[in-house]
């Protein structure tokens, strides 16, 4: 107590000097109007600098949640695709009974829902290249699950544990996915024969098929992975295999798998499909 008395005497000059400064802006400002307003116009200033910092401050830190909640609007979007697909699909069907209002089984398709997860690993630099992500059994992820972007396709779920799941992607040479020109019914294979990660060969692709650079590559639907018409990128080049009835051709990808940051996981397995396939497996057993 004594050495804060002995501070304020020591210091008593300047609280007096500081206590009327106080009182002389408030003289000036209260009976001042052209003060006054240069005070609020400044003060109303500052306010608003320090409003517009912590604005940003707590956008910032927004931004994980609203990423999260676009990523399932696109996916909300991507499903709803999918449905018009669907329905033109059956529709299509439809247009080929006799009676309208018998349903066919075979104008079904199932429809395809989405799981997003986030990357936790990935590799493209490697011979064998692979994707961790953080979602498991406990979410839903199976095994052969394709798994897309929002730029395009990614690849297949191989490994699932209970909150991980390792996925090969398209930079992996045993990766085989059935893809086709856009407004083409002809398909060939996409595969990655190494080196740089932003292109892979479309392969076994039919010579009787006009083809340009710059058209566009798509999913065809032909596999359990992926439904039809999924991005997959554009044409750079193309060239004749050696037997000279298919063309080779150098695909750009669509997707920058050096940027990826989450995923999207398509469950599109028709289990009916499945069911049929192995009963033919067990058959040639």
Sequence with gaps: MRNLINF???NSAWFVFIFLEIICFYLIFSGNSYQKSV?????TEITGRVYAISGSISSYFGLHQENQDLLLKNAEMQSEINRLKNYLFQVEADSLKTEAFVRDSLGYRSEPHFIIARIEKNSISMVDNYIIINKGKTDGVKTDMGVISQQGIVGVVRDVSTNYAIIQPVLN???RFSCKLLNSNAAGILVWEGGDSRYAKLTEYPKYEKVEKGDTIITSGFSDFFPEGIMVGTIEEYKSETDD????????LSTDFGALK???LINNTNEEIKELENKVKNVKK
């Design 262 to 264: 989450n995923v999207f």
């Design 245 to 252: 009835n298919f063309y080779s051709l150098t695909i750009k």
């Design 8 to 10: 304020l005497l020591k």
């Design 39 to 43: 005070f609020l116009n400044s003060s």
């Design 173 to 175: 040479p045993h990766s």
